[in-house]
């Protein structure tokens, strides 16, 4: 079981930026993917940035420009630069790792760190 602890999220003005830090640790095989999901209140959880463990990445167009994910996976964590946010950027960020041993894929997720972008 491999347990995600976030931090970094909080209240910013539109304009602003925010850093969200995810740390994987316990029983982790081989983290292939590492990402960050964001959920608005009535919304389905989408995908804002994956990272493999070679370094590609992959954005949601929306955040394309003003969001970078970063991955130290010496560490095990996974980090999202977020800059210019906007007022829609408002969501509960969660980060989630793909865990994988053999042909058996686990998939984990954090508990959520809010981030709210005032206008």
């Known amino acids: 079981q491999v347990q995600l602890v976030e931090s970094g999220g909080g209240l910013v003005q539109a304009g602003g930026s925010l850093r969200l830090s995810c740390a994987a640790s316990g029983r982790i095989f081989n983290i292939k993917t590492m990402g960050w999901y964001r959920q608005a209140p009535g919304k389905h959880r989408d995908l804002v940035a994956v990272i493999t463990s070679s370094g590609s990445t992959n954005y949601a167009d929306s955040v394309k420009g003003r969001f970078t994910i970063s991955r130290d996976n010496a560490k095990n964590t996974v980090y999202l630069q977020m800059n210019n946010l906007k007022p829609e950027d408002t969501a509960v960020y969660y980060c989630?790792?793909?865990?994988?041993?053999?042909?058996?894929?686990?998939?984990?997720w954090g508990q959520g760190t809010q981030v709210t972008v005032s206008s």
């Open positions: 989630n790792a793909k865990d994988v041993d053999g042909l058996s894929l686990f998939e984990n």
